[in-house]
């Protein structure tokens, strides 16, 4: 076939065959993995849908023609019947099964039938009648994409990006192709590659300004590029061009990327009473539920989570912060089962090396599942998404931390997003190089993301460095957060804290003395001789 032309309608809509890492194939879904999709959800009044109307915003009172600030006391709790109103009647409160029936996912659409798998066949046909159809090159790269993304089936976007380039041959950029640049910078956003998904944001943003579909990928784009008041001037502008359920959703991310979370979480529970789609709500309810997990609310996450599967039974993602909850509440069996179900549903790594942290929290053999996440970013890597993130990650806790290191170092010199310093920051300290690990530690935690994970890393370094009031500080930040931030490390964050002993009597650990009175030796290149576990050294008396 043409390296250009689509493959035919048949092979376009048909299930991507697997691989083994053996084979070069897609990684073989496991027969646990693939037994069961159903999904008991709780009977409608465990559900938490909705916020308290006291956390809702007044959209009436937000400066005109400056987008959404952070918003005064008074503002931020102004309760507003009618969004209460608006909630209700969109189906904000969703009515969830009784407890007991059993739930049965959608079928997962087959070759020819109505939805994403027809919609391609006909575009397919579009362009195989008018190849110079730029338009319906376009449509077709970008409903690629679509599908990829939601089965996080990567095969896919080799064959966008086919599409999407004849699309750009028969109209070129620079002659208005605002479709065309628009999907590749959805595809560029998939792949993980921020750095395209800006220049393409950014060509459509100064060719067509009215374009909206191109704001929300720029402003995930700058703050993952560690931009982020660039972000947060595109979702003001996002807030003056389109508005709705989208633009406050999106502004809720950027305050959520300052630390701002109450505000974040009463932006969106606005976005979720405005969406107009079940599409639309049910992303905007997994927002919510990811901030409310983010803070360590586990039931106001858990309802979160249910609402939006009784939208969207196939929503790997929301599935996967389920399976997060469940674990964090101690019902392992049931996480388990769920991170399988996620796995079938979107076989994402990251989602295989939270189960196989589980599993090895549990006493098990997480073995497995770290070998089935490098198996699923080794696949993704030959379709061309980046996933030196989540493999740094793996080895820094689970593999060769050296390895970690240049895999997060290669990461960082294309972005310098908080997560990225915090991952080379923990790939540094396993590696040995404490010193240069604060450094990251320090850039993660300024950002102002208020991440247990991150405050966890950093204290750990410091109390590796000797900085013991520091230490405690972000220990004791990590569990206040956060208490169960994950299976595996929230126990380590609690047995530190245990081992740094208890503040000085008298005053807060802020008060303890920066740094021991006496350093520990120094070996070479200026490495700590002191065990990485043992206690913390004595202090002396001011």
Request: glycine share 10%; aromatic share 4%; no cysteine.
């Amino acid at each position: 076939m043409d390296a250009m032309e689509p493959e035919p309608a048949t092979d376009l809509v048909t299930e991507t065959a697997a691989e083994s890492p053996e084979t070069g194939r897609r990684p073989e879904r496991t027969q646990e993995q693939g037994q069961s999709l159903s999904l008991p959800l709780p009977p409608p009044d465990k559900a938490v849908p909705l916020r308290p109307a006291s956390k809702l915003l007044d959209l009436s009172r937000l400066p005109r023609g400056r987008g959404v600030r952070k918003l005064s006391k008074p503002v931020r709790r102004a309760a507003i019947a009618s969004v209460v109103a608006a909630a209700v009647a969109g189906g904000v409160l969703v009515a969830l099964p009784r407890s007991g029936e059993e739930q049965k996912p959608a079928a997962r659409p087959a070759a020819g039938a109505p939805g994403v798998a027809s919609s391609l066949a006909a575009l397919n046909a579009r362009v195989r009648t008018n190849p110079l159809d730029h338009g319906a090159w376009s449509a077709l790269g970008g409903a690629l994409v679509e599908r990829g993304a939601r089965g996080a089936d990567a095969a896919f976007y080799p064959k966008a990006e086919a599409a999407l380039k004849r699309s750009l041959a028969v109209r070129p950029a620079a002659r208005g192709n605002v479709a065309g640049m628009t999907a590749m910078a959805q595809l560029a956003h998939q792949r993980g590659d921020f750095a395209a998904t800006k220049r393409w944001g950014e060509s459509v943003r100064m060719q067509s300004p009215g374009s909206w579909a191109a704001y929300p990928l720029l402003i995930d784009a700058y703050g993952r590029l560690g931009d982020p008041k660039a972000a947060a001037r595109t979702a003001e502008e996002l807030m003056e061009k389109r508005g709705g359920a989208t633009a406050l959703g999106w502004t809720a991310q950027t305050y959520r990327d300052k630390g701002w979370r109450e505000d974040a979480a009463a932006l969106t529970s606005q976005a979720v009473a405005l969406a107009g789609t079940p599409r639309e709500k049910a992303d905007e309810l997994l927002r919510a539920a990811e901030l409310a997990w983010e803070r360590g609310d586990l039931s106001e996450s858990l309802g979160f989570y249910d609402s939006a599967l009784a939208l969207d039974r196939r929503q790997g993602a929301a599935v996967a912060g389920r399976a997060r909850v469940l674990a964090g509440l101690g019902r392992t069996p049931e996480a388990v089962k769920a991170y399988r179900t996620a796995l079938a549903l979107t076989p994402r790594p990251e989602y295989a090396l939270e189960l196989g942290e589980l599993t090895e929290a549990d006493g098990g053999n997480g073995e497995p599942q770290y070998g089935v996440a490098r198996a699923q970013v080794a696949y993704d890597s030959r379709q061309g998404v980046r996933g030196n993130l989540v493999l740094g990650r793996l080895e820094a806790d689970h593999g060769d931390a050296d390895t970690a290191v240049e895999l997060l170092r290669e990461e960082w010199s294309r972005r310098h997003g908080p997560e990225v310093a915090d991952a080379l920051g923990w790939a540094l300290h396993r590696a040995g190089d404490d010193e240069a690990a604060l450094e990251y530690a320090r850039k993660a935690t300024k950002a102002g993301v208020r991440s247990a994970l991150f405050s966890y890393h950093r204290g750990e370094i410091e109390r590796a460095v000797g900085d013991y009031g520091a230490a405690r500080r972000h220990l004791e930040e990590a569990l206040r957060v956060n208490p169960v931030f994950s299976p595996l490390w929230a126990p380590r964050a609690q047995a530190s804290l245990t081992r740094l002993g208890d503040p000085p009597e008298g005053g807060p650990a802020s008060m303890w003395p920066s740094r021991p009175v006496s350093p520990p030796a120094q070996g070479p290149a200026g490495r700590s001789q002191e065990p990485r576990t043992a206690e913390p050294s004595p202090r002396k008396k001011r």
